[in-house]
């Protein structure tokens, strides 16, 4: 790997690193309110969130070199390559799990924190951004055990959304005006995704800037599909915006 | 070394750091876009934090330092015991040894995203709207000189 390469790959699995241990601590609470069968795909998810947090916590030991006693050892190590704007999606989704965890079965808030972390982290987010990565280490050649891993990773992670569309869906066929949560969750959101505060090059790992944020509207678009929903026009205009941002979960 | 944490002086301090905004090395460290988006933030800001200790050793807890932004500057900014009015756009708590930890060097935007500062009254959403401005506020709080 170039050098070029090396610190773009380290910035975009950075973000997926702690993008994974946020999705996995902040998911618990979404339980408690939720019904017996979305219960049993909810604890399902926060195995693999756990495992995923597993596997970038042996990526960055066993292939990048870095070393520290516990998990936390490895986050702090790889923090540096997370960009001051992951605390925009990542602050807000622990902050609406704590809403939840105050109100678990105000539904309301339950729809705001699940257009945050089913949504936009999982749905566009990283759904978007792993393609990079992936496409990456195959087109090189390089770190296999990362290709298999990951995609294994986002295997689960396209179930996770799944899963979530359609309690959104649900949600919004039982009351129509749950879509107003899920507009006002994207208008907080895109408010502030536009706003870069380093710079991350994608062009050695073979993409540009302009094809990662097609992947972002490509996925958008689609999640909002499977709900059934649309944007509102205010919030078409803060989309065209937006910033590739690289996290994930 | 500096006035005692959640002092009147540590207050009269921690607003003049406010106005002044973050350090020129901590500007360095990030691009010229992400300060002009926190600078206009800044310039328009009308809100008032109150920002607490929810266990301040030998003080009835908790308390609160209370900042109101006005002009882009810090307008007020003072010491709330529990007894007196609570009255802020966003009121927010954290523990001592999370205030301690932030003042030793703790990152600032792990502190919201660990949850260690959580937000206990006021709009979630319009918050997060402003989240850089309020995590380099933060930041620049925790860089004020106090004593523990």
Known sequence: MTQAERESFMAIASGFHHGERQVEVELPVFMIGATEEEKLHIAAQIEDEARHTVFFDRFYREVVGMQGDDIMDILDASFPWVSETFVAPFGLLAYQADEVRRNPFDERARVRYGTTYFLWIEGVLALSVMKVTLSYARWRGFLPAYYTGFTATCRDESRHVQGGMRYLQQAVSKDPTMINEIHDTLRTILSVSGVISRRIYYEPLGWTDDEVRVLFFQQLRRKLNDVGIDLAPDIEDLLARVQPQLAGG | ?148
């Open chain 2, 1 to 148: 070394m500096g006035p005692p944490f959640f002092s009147k002086e540590w207050a009269a301090a921690v607003g003049e750091a406010l106005t002044a905004g973050p350090s020129p090395a901590a500007r360095d460290a990030k691009l010229s876009e992400y300060w002009a988006f926190f600078d206009s933030i800044k310039a328009d800001y009308p809100a008032s934090w109150a920002l607490g200790c929810r266990d301040l050793p030998g003080a009835p807890a908790p308390s609160y330092l209370f900042v109101q932004w006005c002009g882009g500057a810090v307008a007020d900014c003072r010491i709330i015991g529990p007894d007196d009015p609570l009255e802020a756009t966003y009121v927010l708590g954290m523990d001592y040894r999370d205030w301690q930890a932030l003042h030793d060097g703790y990152d600032a935007q792990r502190t919201v995203m660990y949850r260690k500062i959580l937000l206990e009254d006021g709009s979630l959403l319009e918050f997060f709207k402003t989240i850089y401005f309020f995590v380099e506020g933060l930041a620049v709080i925790g860089a004020v000189p106090t004593r523990f």
